[in-house]
Nanobody
């Protein structure tokens, strides 16, 4: 089982990035995929999730209207598009596979985790 998050990097405030989460070793199309982030000195937080039918749930107002998520089941990949990035979006971003087809805000419900990719928003 593997989840590989990629696409992080340094971006200026107001810029955009697209993160990818490539999965293998499990029934990808039967599980919801969540995106989490952990900023320096803070706890990990859930930001968004996409269920197996591409229905998206955003958690919290911080990313509403700026982040979008899409899954391509044929490629076992989930994409997180981040627009209008702010310095407070700086964090390590993780993708995780839920233990079922629906989304959850609770990290404990996600059974497989990627290693994380660092996003730094700074001028």
């Amino acid at each position: 089982v593997q989840l590989q998050a990629s696409g992080g990097g340094l971006v200026q405030p107001g810029g955009s990035l697209r993160l990818s989460c490539q999965a293998s070793g499990f029934a990808f199309d039967s599980k919801a995929i969540g995106w989490f982030r952990q900023a320096p000195g803070k706890e990990r937080e859930v930001i968004t999730c996409v269920d197996r039918t591409n229905r998206v749930t955003h958690y919290g107002e911080s990313v509403e209207g700026r982040f979008s998520v899409f899954r391509d089941n044929a490629k076992n990949t989930v994409y997180l598009r981040m627009n209008t990035l702010k310095p407070e979006d700086t964090a390590v971003y993780f993708c995780a596979a839920h233990n079922d087809f629906y989304c959850s805000a609770y990290a404990s419900a996600y059974e497989f985790w990627g290693q994380g990719t660092l996003v730094t928003v700074s001028s």
